[in-house]
C-alpha cells in the first residue's frame, strides 16, 4: 500500500471515528387531541415520513403535530431550527397520546430524550409521594405531588390548577435552594437549579384547566437551614406561585421502578 491509500484509509477511519449519531426522540400522535412541540429556536424545515402526520406551525417555534389516520407502522420526522440544532422523532400512532405538550427548551441531549420521556412517563404513573404542599393565589393552585429518584436524576412532579376563566401564562419557572431565615445584615444566599428535562407545558394554562408537570434536575438533598423554593411568574400578572419544600419532603423521594 503507497503513502497515499495510508492517509486516505487513516482520514477516512478517523472521520467514521469521530462520528455522533443522533437518536430520535419517540412521540405518540393521536388523530383526536395535538401534539405540541415547543422548541427554543424558530422552526426553518420540517420534514414528514409520510402524510399520515399533519404538521402545522402555530408560532415561530412551536410546531403542532397530530395523526390524518390511524396507521400501525412507525414514521419519522425531522426538524431544523434557526440556531443549527436538528431534531429528529420516531412517530408512533396512539388514540391517546401520553404527552401532548413538550418543551424540547430543557432537554438533555436528543440522545437522551426518548429515555427520560419514559421515566416522566412512569413519574405521572407513580402515586402520589406528598400531600397538602400546596399554594394557592387568586384561583391558581400550585401542588407539590411527590419527589421521585432514578440514579442520578431527581423528580418533581407539580400540578398546576387554573380555577378562573382568564388564561395564566408562564413567564418564568425557576427552582433554587435559598435560605431559610435571613438576617438583616447579610444577602440570601441562593443557588439555582437548573432543569435537565421538562415534560408538560410550561407556556400557559388555559382558563378552568390544569396541567401536571415533571421536572427532571440532578439529585440533591437541602442542607440545614435552607428550603427548595419552587416558583412560577404570570406574564403580565400578579397570580404569582411559590413554594417552599423542606428537606423532609425531598428524602421521602420514590424509586421509579423501570420493570
Keep these: 500500500m503507497n503513502k497515499l491509500l495510508v492517509v486516505i484509509f487513516l482520514i477516512l477511519h478517523w472521520s467514521l471515528a469521530a462520528?455522533?449519531?443522533?437518536e430520535p426522540t419517540r412521540l405518540e400522535v393521536g388523530i383526536n387531541k395535538t401534539t405540541n412541540l415547543v422548541f427554543p429556536a424558530g422552526i426553518v424545515?420540517?420534514?414528514?415520513?409520510?402524510?399520515?402526520?399533519?404538521?402545522?406551525?402555530?408560532?415561530?417555534?412551536?410546531?403542532?403535530?397530530?395523526?390524518?389516520?390511524?396507521f400501525s407502522e412507525e414514521t419519522n420526522l425531522t426538524v431544523v431550527t434557526s440556531d443549527g440544532k436538528l431534531y429528529s422523532f420516531i412517530i408512533n400512532y396512539h388514540p391517546d397520546p401520553a404527552h401532548l405538550n413538550i418543551n424540547m427548551s430543557h432537554s438533555l441531549t436528543v440522545k437522551g430524550d426518548s429515555a427520560m420521556l419514559v421515566l416522566c412517563s412512569r413519574v405521572l404513573s407513580s402515586p402520589a409521594g406528598l400531600y397538602r404542599l400546596r399554594y394557592v393565589n387568586a384561583n391558581m393552585y400550585l401542588t407539590v405531588a411527590?419527589?421521585?429518584?432514578?440514579?442520578?436524576?431527581?423528580?418533581?412532579?407539580?400540578?398546576?390548577?387554573?380555577?378562573?376563566?382568564?388564561?395564566?401564562?408562564?413567564?418564568?419557572?425557576?427552582?433554587?435552594?435559598?435560605?431559610?431565615?435571613?438576617?438583616?445584615?447579610?444577602?440570601?444566599?441562593?443557588t439555582e437549579i437548573k432543569p435537565m428535562y421538562i415534560s408538560g407545558d410550561t407556556a400557559a394554562i388555559?382558563?378552568?384547566?390544569?396541567?401536571?408537570?415533571?421536572?427532571?434536575?440532578?439529585?440533591f438533598t437541602i442542607p440545614d437551614g435552607k428550603h427548595l423554593a419552587i416558583e412560577i411568574m404570570e406574564r403580565n400578572g400578579g397570580r404569582n406561585l411559590a413554594i417552599k419544600a423542606r428537606n423532609r419532603h425531598v428524602v421521602k423521594a420514590v424509586l421509579i421502578s423501570t420493570k
Design 45 to 70: 424545515s420540517v420534514d414528514r415520513g409520510n402524510q399520515n402526520i399533519v404538521v402545522q406551525k402555530s408560532a415561530a417555534n412551536i410546531l403542532r403535530v397530530k395523526a390524518q389516520v390511524a
Design 206 to 219: 388555559a382558563g378552568k384547566s390544569g396541567q401536571t408537570i415533571v421536572v427532571a434536575v440532578p439529585k
Design 19 to 22: 462520528q455522533t449519531y443522533i
Design 146 to 190: 411527590g419527589f421521585y429518584i432514578y440514579k442520578q436524576f431527581m423528580f418533581c412532579r407539580l400540578r398546576i390548577e387554573n380555577r378562573s376563566q382568564i388564561a395564566y401564562d408562564i413567564e418564568q419557572f425557576r427552582l433554587y435552594i435559598r435560605d431559610s431565615k435571613l438576617s438583616k445584615r447579610t444577602s440570601s444566599q441562593e
